[in-house]
């Protein structure tokens, strides 16, 4: 069965552009989560999505947004991108809302923004 | 609300040795916490997970942690690492109240091991 896969795994963008960051869960799984991961800050949760719902949210700037499709699959968006939004960004999925418990990472997508 | 402390940032260990990572906890609910491994440029492979039942929780490549509810701690250990181990390592708790939903984690602990 396949991993989580991310897209893309690197991306260079400037203050002001905005990004859109792709995960494809694995099969069968319904649940994505995303997380930030920077050296200062750590690993931060961002959003949870589940039936194409947001079910929980992190402590993160409105610029930050995601949604989730029919198949699962779940995109990320930053608007606005400024400097400290370098990262290391990871999506997780799992099988069912909530299901930490049986989470699964992706690779990541590094994120630098000049 | 729920943090988590990993005590140490670097833990420097010669190969053969065992080792322990520290990691605390604090949260008004109960909670589950795991343990992950990040090697670079990948993403967080799960060692192992307390959910409930025994403390002693054994994980993947010879880890194992035990939960401490009174000491609030859920300490990784091996008792003879491998140059392989050489990674960065989580400890991460999730409320288990289905209210909480969240996921917080500790700020990592390099672990290196050196022949």
């Known amino acids: 069965k396949a991993g989580v896969t991310q897209t893309p795994r690197y991306l260079i963008k400037t203050r002001g552009q905005q990004v859109t960051l792709s995960c494809s869960p694995i099969?069968?799984?319904?649940?994505v989560s995303w997380y930030q991961q920077t050296p200062g800050q750590g690993l931060q949760f961002l959003f949870e999505y589940f039936s194409e719902t947001q079910r929980n949210k992190g402590n993160f700037p409105g610029r930050f947004s995601g949604r989730q499709f029919s198949n699962s699959r779940s995109e990320m968006n930053v608007s606005t991108l400024e400097l400290g939004d370098s990262a290391l960004y990871l999506c997780a999925s799992s099988l069912e809302a909530g299901g930490f418990e049986t989470q699964y990472f992706g690779p990541g997508t590094r994120l630098l923004v000049l | 609300a729920q943090s988590v402390t990993q005590l140490d940032s670097q833990v420097p260990v010669f190969e053969e040795a065992p080792v322990e990572l520290r990691c605390n906890y604090s949260?008004?609910?109960?909670?589950?916490l795991f343990w992950y491994v990040q090697y670079p440029n990948q993403g967080l492979q799960l060692l192992l997970k307390y959910l409930s039942g025994s403390t002693l929780v054994k994980g993947i490549n010879g880890f194992e942690a035990e939960f401490n509810k009174s000491q609030t701690s859920f300490h990784l250990r091996k008792p003879s690492v491998h140059i392989s181990d050489t990674a960065e390592y989580f400890c991460?708790?999730?409320?288990?109240?289905?209210?909480?939903?969240?996921?917080?984690f500790g700020d990592g602990t390099t672990l290196t091991v050196k022949p």
């Open positions: 949260s008004s609910v109960s909670v589950y």
């Open positions: 099969s069968g799984h319904r649940s």
């Open positions: 991460a708790v999730y409320g288990a109240d289905t209210n909480a939903g969240k996921s917080t």
